[in-house]
């Protein structure tokens, strides 16, 4: 198994740009979850999806978008970059919510 | 307002010996904790998950503890290694929502000296 796989590891951006950050994962797990993670702040949840075609918003969901059209893939899109957005974000899932995530590498996205 | 502290912020130990790391939450009402460790430049990776009924649980030299009446936890590193060093998570799930959420706490940054 991969596991969780997140496309790509870095991305520089200029503000107003949009682009699509991939999470892929091969454990047909159900339960899968966005997160950013900036410096001296614990990891926050963008959006989050229990199934196929079921998504919900997180902590902090402005400016961004999901959708979960198989349950391997959960893609987040940034719809218009700003500088605020920089930040590493994380791709984590789960057989359920009881039990622990497993996360992906991370994507480094920086916005100019 | 559901909360996760995480205590100390940040700690320096030597090679070998002990530590306890702290969390003290407020979510309610509870589902689950876990603990996670994320080496620098890497996803978190679950050490342990605890729900109600549970007051110790190991994983290896990893020991977490939970008192789900005064909202504790607890993880206890035994004879740290270089490799322990890392961000330590504290995550707790609520589930007073329809769907659940985790609540993160900043972590503790622990560095192992040789």
């Known amino acids: 198994n991969a596991g969780v796989t997140q496309t790509p590891k870095f991305q520089v951006l200029k503000t107003g740009q949009s682009m699509t950050l991939q999470c892929a994962q091969d454990?047909?797990?159900?339960?899968m979850s966005w997160y950013r993670q900036d410096p001296g702040m614990g990891l926050r949840l963008i959006h989050y999806?229990?199934?196929?075609?079921?998504?919900d918003q997180g902590e902090v969901p402005n400016g961004y978008n999901v959708s979960r059209s198989t349950t391997e893939d959960f893609p987040l899109r940034l719809l218009s970059a700003a500088p605020s957005q920089t930040s590493v974000y994380f791709c984590?899932?789960?057989?359920?919510?009881?039990?622990?995530?497993?996360f992906g590498p991370g994507t480094r996205l920086t916005v100019t | 307002k559901n909360q996760v502290e995480q205590s100390p912020q940040s700690l320096i130990i030597l090679e070998g010996k002990n530590c306890t790391l702290q969390?003290?939450?407020?979510?309610?009402?509870?589902?689950?904790l876990r603990w996670y460790k994320q080496d620098t430049g890497r996803g978190p990776v679950s050490l342990t998950i605890?729900?109600?009924?549970?007051n110790t649980k190991s994983n290896g030299r990893y020991t977490a503890t939970l008192d789900a009446d005064t909202k504790q936890s607890s993880l206890h590193i035994t004879a740290s290694q270089l490799s322990d060093s890392a961000s330590y998570i504290c995550?707790?799930?609520?589930?007073?929502?329809?769907?659940?959420?985790?609540?993160f706490g900043r972590g503790t940054q622990l560095t192992v000296w040789p």
């Open positions: 969390c003290n939450y407020t979510v309610s009402p509870f589902s689950n």
């Open positions: 454990m047909n797990h159900e339960y």
């Open positions: 995550v707790v799930l609520d589930r007073g929502s329809t769907l659940g959420r985790l609540y």
């Open positions: 999806s229990v199934g196929a075609g079921i998504t």
């Open positions: 984590a899932s789960s057989y359920t919510d009881r039990v622990g995530q497993y």
């Open positions: 605890m729900t109600f009924s549970e």
